[in-house]
């Protein structure tokens, strides 16, 4: 009888020790669970081989299926694929958080442009972007001007908002500040010598402007994004004339994304 007793707790024990569900994530990671509730928007699950330890959550958007003990499964694939489709735009909840990049547009003005952005928050809508930007002129009168002014060299922060979240296509809007130096032409009149001088001056500001971007991602390594942005820039420098101007900008970057 003892030994009955004995083989019934042995087998109820190894029945909860292999008793498990299975999460497979979309992003190829699959976790030994226990399943505890699963709704539109998250699951709750404990982990296999703590049945009573503290109760995790995981969006339901990051699962790819579920895989019962008793067999059955939940797929969530398509219903996913279609939930996130917007005019063709597929959803990429499991693509990277960040994202290199190059400004190709500013090339033709001999700058050479390199930002980081990181996709912060559980659905990546928003994005911490910081630019580089130098010269290769430098404050050579040589190179491209865009107007009477070069810029030198600037870096800053952007924030881009994502109101859709990072699907294929994806639309941001946000705020961009921008610190720099600047070279700038200025013609004057000499009263001496009678004629116009040019002077060059090198002077420091600050901007601030509103983007509007777009920001296409065919696979989820690579990203396609153009910004156009307008605002205003700040100049510090002790000529009088026009030390505020209106300031635009207009990206064209090729980026890689992990």
Request: hydrophobic share 40%; glycine share 8%.
């Given at each position: 009888?003892?030994?009955?007793?004995?083989?019934?707790?042995?087998?109820?024990?190894?029945?909860?020790?292999?008793?498990?569900?299975?999460?497979?994530?979309?992003?190829?990671?699959?976790?030994?669970?226990l399943?505890?509730?699963?709704?539109?928007?998250?699951?709750?699950?404990?982990?296999?081989e703590?049945?009573?330890?503290?109760?995790?959550?995981?969006?339901?958007?990051?699962?790819?299926?579920?895989?019962y003990?008793?067999?059955?499964?939940?797929?969530?694939?398509?219903?996913?694929?279609?939930a996130s489709?917007?005019?063709?735009?597929?959803?990429?909840?499991?693509?990277?958080?960040?994202?290199?990049?190059?400004?190709?547009?500013?090339?033709?003005?001999?700058?050479?442009?390199?930002?980081?952005e990181?996709?912060?928050?559980?659905?990546?809508?928003?994005?911490?972007?910081?630019?580089?930007?130098v010269?290769m002129?430098?404050?050579?009168?040589n190179?491209?001007?865009?107007?009477?002014?070069?810029?030198?060299?600037?870096?800053?922060?952007?924030?881009?908002?994502?109101p859709?979240?990072?699907?294929?296509?994806?639309?941001?809007?946000?705020?961009?500040l921008?610190?720099?130096?600047?070279?700038n032409?200025?013609?004057?009149?000499?009263?001496?010598?009678?004629?116009?001088?040019?002077?060059?001056?090198?002077?420091?500001?600050?901007?601030?402007?509103?983007?509007?971007?777009?920001?296409?991602?065919?696979?989820?390594?690579?990203?396609?994004?153009?910004?156009?942005?307008?605002?205003?820039?700040?100049?510090?420098?002790?000529?009088?004339?026009?030390?505020?101007?209106?300031?635009?900008?207009?990206?064209?970057?090729?980026?890689?994304?992990?």
């Amino acid at each position: 009888m003892k030994r009955l007793i004995f083989c019934l707790l042995l087998c109820n024990f190894s029945f909860g020790l292999f008793s498990q569900d299975l999460i497979t994530l979309r992003s190829g990671k699959t976790l030994k669970v226990l399943i505890q509730e699963v709704n539109q928007k998250e699951i709750a699950y404990r982990k296999a081989e703590n049945a009573k330890g503290p109760l995790y959550k995981i969006y339901t958007r990051d699962v790819l299926r579920i895989d019962y003990e008793s067999g059955a499964v939940d797929n969530f694939a398509e219903p996913q694929e279609k939930a996130s489709t917007l005019m063709g735009s597929r959803s990429l909840a499991s693509a990277g958080r960040n994202i290199l990049s190059i400004d190709a547009m500013a090339l033709l003005f001999q700058n050479i442009e390199l930002s980081y952005e990181y996709l912060a928050g559980a659905d990546k809508k928003l994005g911490l972007r910081i630019p580089v930007s130098v010269n290769m002129q430098g404050t050579s009168t040589n190179g491209n001007m865009l107007g009477n002014t070069r810029n030198v060299f600037y870096s800053g922060l952007d924030l881009n908002y994502y109101p859709l979240g990072q699907n294929t296509s994806s639309f941001f809007v946000g705020p961009s500040l921008r610190v720099g130096s600047a070279l700038n032409f200025n013609e004057y009149y000499d009263p001496v010598t009678g004629g116009y001088t040019n002077e060059r001056l090198v002077s420091q500001y600050f901007s601030f402007l509103l983007r509007f971007g777009y920001l296409y991602t065919p696979v989820e390594e690579l990203s396609i994004g153009t910004a156009f942005g307008l605002g205003t820039r700040r100049y510090f420098t002790n000529i009088p004339q026009e030390p505020a101007g209106p300031a635009f900008s207009f990206q064209f970057s090729l980026g890689y994304r992990f």
